[in-house]
């Protein structure tokens, strides 16, 4: 297992269609929102960065870049 996860390749979304778990490509499993925050922080993701809602919940977001297709908004749910 290579220490860097990769771009996320899915995502799974609750009922209201926020992300809660992300698929990267270097990962089997799907990854909890709060690990990929973790994960994200310490340079182990790529394509993705950290935000904060006002309520001050962490969540990850794209790291904007020519291509839309490979947006979390845009990518398979699992
Ligand atoms: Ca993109």
Same mark, same amino acid.
């Given at each position: 297992?290579?220490?860097? !996860?990769? &771009?996320?390749? !899915?995502?799974?979304? /609750?009922?209201?269609? /926020?992300?809660?778990?992300?698929?990267?490509? @270097?990962?089997?499993?799907?990854?909890?929102?709060?690990? !990929?925050? @973790?994960?994200?922080?310490?340079?182990?993701? /790529?394509?993705?960065?950290?935000?904060?809602?006002?309520?001050?919940? $962490?969540?990850?977001?794209?790291?904007?870049? !020519?291509?839309? &297709?490979? @947006?979390?908004?845009?990518?398979? $749910?699992?």
């Amino acid at each position: 297992m290579t220490d860097n !996860a990769g &771009k996320p390749v !899915a995502v799974r979304k /609750d009922k209201d269609g /926020d992300i809660t778990h992300v698929k990267f490509k @270097n990962r089997d499993r799907m990854t909890p929102v709060d690990q !990929a925050v @973790n994960m994200t922080k310490q340079g182990k993701t /790529d394509g993705i960065r950290v935000n904060k809602t006002g309520g001050g919940k $962490e969540y990850v977001q794209d790291i904007p870049d !020519a291509s839309k &297709k490979d @947006n979390l908004a845009n990518l398979p $749910e699992k």
